[in-house]
């Protein structure tokens, strides 16, 4: 039996602990998230450093699930801390400038 | 009375042997080390095992962004850890205890090398023994070359430090005040679009042996300390003057003054070697005499550069009994034997760290490291 890797994420305002699960897509272990970064492609470089691919092996799919928890962890944090961002910047606008947008006023 | 190294020796076994982990900025390093039973001397030397590197370069232009030298890390470490127990004829079994890079160093690179240091260490059981980056150039350094009690010039894309040791601590004599020696060099590299491969410092200092004019920079020692984003600031402007690629900029034309030739690129690399390596030499020789020594060890990747050897060597011959001694780019260069050698030698004290205990540091002095096993 092979055994398949999960995440749990909580925090004090999230009410029930939000599971990541690989799923039961084909996993690779070329995660969407762990690529090299845009700018050193437009500068030129090549990638060197990919991850060898997954074995056809317990411990080999275990990497490449993982890769996809990963994927989910990544850009489910990504998107929380966005919104954070946006929550916040609408707080300060209407503390700081009672809602009004200074550039357009006039 | 010395140290005895020997109190946490296994039964039975006539040596010891580490595994280090070396991941700080953009080399990742895999050594293994082994050191047998007493004192280490000039008859019972640590003996190297294997010693593999592998370095994360970018383009012409650009440098090294923490997210992709962890990435580099991430992905290449368990290859590089194969590459080295078969080297050094090792299984991981027979390994004393596990060493890694606590700091200083890039945060994410840190936090990369250290998943891998805590899962051997859970694999096969073993120890983990954090080490200070700086601690293992200079233990290396004096292993190497067997200089017993010298200042040491420690000089790297991230460190410029001039040390000596007292009383159970590398205290720091002189240091740079913003940015250290190489990333001044490797930034000078990235706005001559200089090649980083191998290193953009050693291309430099090739362009240098071609330069023969020296142009006028700010010489900015400090009482012991230096200053170098200074000098980076005008001699950038003085390469974006003349070479420049804006186009509503005409370039320049600078001229020597002696000869009335024109100053080029490779005059630039040679002006700056030798106003930085002027006042890493000042600060040097002032150490030498603050501590009544005669002895020079040079350690960093900066160390391997051969102008900076020399000049370090006039002045050292100037002194009763001078000696210098420096390492080549296997040792000086960013590496893991290193780590295996001054984890080993915190082990052999009875220094390990609990798993709690592994969290990395981009932050980590050279003297806050407890030197346990020097009593002298």
């Given amino acids: ?106 | 009375m010395t140290v005895d190294l020997d109190q946490y020796a296994k039964p039975g076994k006539g040596y010891y042997l580490a595994l280090g982990l070396e991941g700080s900025a953009n080399k990742l390093g895999v050594g293994i080390i082994k050191h047998h039973l007493g004192q280490l001397s000039s008859t019972n030397r640590a003996e190297v095992l294997s010693n593999v590197r592998d370095t994360y370069i970018t383009p012409p232009g650009e440098g090294f962004l923490p997210r992709d030298t962890a990435r580099h890390h991430r992905n290449w470490v368990v290859r590089i850890i194969k590459k080295a127990l078969v080297e050094g004829n090792v299984r991981g079994t027979d390994l004393d205890c596990i060493c890694f890079t606590q700091g200083p160093g890039m945060g994410a690179p840190l936090q990369s090398v250290v998943i891998a240091a805590r899962t051997l260490s859970q694999l096969w059981n073993l120890p983990l023994v954090g080490v200070n980056h700086c601690i293992g150039h200079i233990e290396m350094g004096r292993e190497i070359t067997g200089a017993h009690n010298p200042v040491v010039l420690y000089v790297s894309g991230g460190n410029t430090q001039v040390i000596a040791y007292s009383d159970q601590r590398y205290r720091i004599f002189g240091e740079t005040l913003d940015i250290a020696i190489g990333n001044c060099l490797d930034r000078f590299a990235r706005t001559l679009m200089i090649p980083n491969e191998p290193a953009p410092g050693y291309n430099i200092e090739q362009m240098a042996k071609k330069g023969k004019h020296l142009v006028s920079l700010p010489y900015t020692v400090k009482g012991m300390d230096l200053s170098m984003s200074g000098i980076l600031a005008n001699i950038d402007q003085i390469a974006k003057d003349l070479f420049g690629k804006a186009k509503q900029v005409k370039n320049k034309q600078l001229i020597d003054e002696e000869t009335g030739e024109p100053i080029t690129s490779e005059d630039l690399c040679f002006s700056l070697q030798e106003v930085l390596f002027s006042m890493l030499v000042e600060i040097t020789e002032r150490a030498l005499a603050h501590v009544n020594s005669n002895q020079v060890l040079i350690v960093g990747g900066v160390g391997s550069n051969e102008r900076l050897q020399e000049m370090m060597k006039l002045m050292i011959q100037d002194r009763k009994n001078g000696q210098i001694y420096a390492t080549d780019e296997r040792f000086c260069i960013d590496n893991g034997i290193m780590i295996a050698h001054a984890g080993l030698l915190s082990y052999r004290t009875g220094q390990t760290n609990d798993l709690w205990n592994t969290v990395c540091t981009q932050r980590f002095r050279t003297d806050e490291v407890f030197i346990k096993w020097r009593d002298d």
């Fill in chain 1, 1 to 106: 039996m092979s055994s398949v890797p999960t995440a749990t994420y909580g925090a004090p305002d999230v009410s029930e602990p939000i599971v990541f699960e690989p799923g039961q897509q084909i996993h690779t272990t070329n995660g969407r998230t762990t690529q090299i970064s845009d700018i050193v492609l437009k500068a030129g470089g090549e990638d060197r450093d990919k991850p060898t691919e997954a074995k056809d092996t317990a411990l080999g799919q275990l990497r490449a699930q993982l890769t996809t928890v990963q994927d989910k962890v990544n850009e489910f944090l990504t998107e929380r801390m966005k919104k954070e961002k946006e929550d916040k910047t609408d707080v300060e606008r209407r503390i700081l400038d009672d809602g009004v947008d200074e550039d357009d006023s006039d």
